[in-house]
């Protein structure tokens, strides 16, 4: 006698502060200051999906350490728009099928937030907000572009123990900064990230003054 196969988990709901976000971030100033985008095209994919027992989680990936340029950082899915890509969703679907194996079948694009400028390469970054009701299976695909491939829980994002400011050692200006899951996030990717929990209102106040320098090993190349 066979055993019957478990069913699958029905699909998650999106939480109520996904759908409202890029309308959100396009209707005020996503991050005040920064000079207007422009260079190369590109896309980042924010991919955010239940977790089990509650709440939410973001896929991140650790940068290569051989790589020429934000070696080691932390990031989201991405890089640059090919000719044959539609839009910027289609950039970021993609290059996230090629970093992480991701499906994109399963994935429910929310909305574009506004167009940022990526400073150290000159890149125009189109940020994708996206939704995976049934999370796949994901991981490294390329290890010279990918360490590592985690889905951090966004709980873990907002705990203010986990929030500090950023010090650069060579420039004027101090950045949010987040320690999670063995993740130092800085730089860029945790400017979106602070403006992105602010404007879906997850955000929690956190200490401001407690101000670290970034690692010397993310200069070391």
């Known amino acids: 006698m066979s055993t019957p196969r478990s069913a699958d988990p029905p699909p998650a709901q999106m939480p109520d502060w ?13 991050l005040p200051g920064l000079p207007e985008a422009s260079g190369r095209q590109s896309a980042v994919l924010m991919l955010f999906g239940p977790r089990e027992g509650g709440g939410q989680d973001l896929v991140l990936t650790e940068r290569a350490a051989t790589l020429r340029k934000h070696a080691g950082q932390v990031s989201f899915p991405g890089g640059g728009v090919d000719p044959t890509d539609a839009d910027a969703a289609a950039t970021a679907l993609r290059e996230a099928h ?10 429910e694009v929310v909305g574009d937030l506004p167009v940022l400028p990526l400073s150290v390469t000159g890149f125009r970054v189109t940020p994708i907000a996206a939704w995976w009701a049934v999370p796949g299976p994901i991981g490294v695909v390329d290890t010279a572009e990918v360490a590592r491939v ?18 650069h050692p060579s420039r004027s200006f101090d950045a949010p ?10 730089g860029f990717t945790a400017i979106l990230l602070d403006a992105t929990l602010r404007l879906a209102g997850l955000e929690r106040p956190w200490d401001r003054a407690d101000r670290r320098p970034v690692p010397l090993r993310y200069f070391s190349s």
Request: glycine share 12%; charged share 20%.
């Open 18 to 30: 996904l759908p409202g976000l890029a309308q959100r971030a396009h209707a005020e100033p996503m």
């Open 177 to 186: 900064g987040f320690d999670v899951d063995g993740f130092y996030i800085w």
């Open 150 to 167: 985690a889905r951090v829980p966004v709980a873990d994002l907002v705990d203010p123990a986990n929030r500090f400011t950023t010090v």
């Open 98 to 107: 090629e970093e992480i194996g991701l499906d994109a079948g399963g994935v």
